[in-house]
């Protein structure tokens, strides 16, 4: 299977500042990645879709200048969470799309824990 | 993309196989469907797909009816480490995008 990591793991930051999230697919070329936000007990919340080389798409409620998202190779996409508050608190995850001949999947990432206090 | 309905809970006796049902009576010709499932804090982890043809891989099976209104993820020996919350997601492939819209799936648990 293919292999998506994802730094750091885990996070604490203060109310105001901002977090970088890194997501790599370390095995494959990915021309799109994707990232969700997951609160407790619900299920995974697509925010927005990451192009290699052009601007992110967000989904509706996404605000894009609080979630800035980078795609600067075909293995790397970063969210950034800019000045961020209790409420951004949430384990954000990222896929990336691997498509050959016979499959066109999304490979996960293992999360990432943001707690902001 | 088509919507998916899924049991909220099932359990499953350790070394049974575990039957996990999901309705998509809208699903459109063109559309596939995956299964992710998520552990515990984990990110989710591709299971199997497949468009109207009954597949299996090294996990598991999936068993499409032939109207395609329905399918079936089989676990054929489910141990403990299958404990988790199983998605199915239907979605149309090539597109412009491919993005996966999770609903709330069903949590599997395997009691010993």
């Known amino acids: 299977g293919a292999v998506v990591s994802q730094h750091p793991s885990r996070v604490i930051c203060k109310s105001g500042t901002s977090v970088k999230i890194e997501c790599r697919s370390l095995?494959?070329?990915?021309?799109?990645m994707f990232w969700y936000r997951q609160f407790p007990k619900q299920s995974l919340m697509l925010m927005a879709t990451s192009n290699e080389g052009s601007k992110a798409t967000y989904e509706q409620g996404v605000e894009k200048d609080k979630f800035l998202i980078n795609h600067a190779s075909l293995t790397l996409s970063t969210l950034t969470v800019t000045s961020a508050h209790p409420e951004d608190s949430s384990f954000y995850i990222c896929?990336?799309?691997?498509?050959?001949?016979?499959?066109?999947?999304?490979?996960f990432g293992p999360g990432t824990r943001l707690t902001v206090l | 993309d088509a919507k998916t309905t899924q049991p909220p809970s099932m359990d499953c006796a350790e070394g049974r196989a575990a039957n996990l049902p999901c309705n998509h009576s809208?699903?459109?010709?063109?559309?596939?469907v995956y299964w992710y499932r998520q552990i515990h804090s984990q990110g989710p982890q591709y299971i199997i797909h497949g468009l109207k043809n009954n597949e299996t891989n090294e996990m598991a099976s999936l068993i499409i009816t032939e109207d395609r209104k329905s399918s079936t993820l089989i676990l054929p020996h489910a141990t403990l480490r299958d404990t988790a919350v199983y998605y199915c997601i239907v979605r149309s492939r090539g597109g412009a995008t491919n993005k996966l819209i999770f609903g709330t799936g069903t949590l599997l648990a395997v009691q010993p």
């Open positions: 896929s990336a799309s691997r498509q050959d001949r016979r499959r066109d999947t999304q490979y």
């Open positions: 809208t699903i459109s010709g063109n559309e596939y």
């Open positions: 095995d494959f070329q990915a021309t799109t």
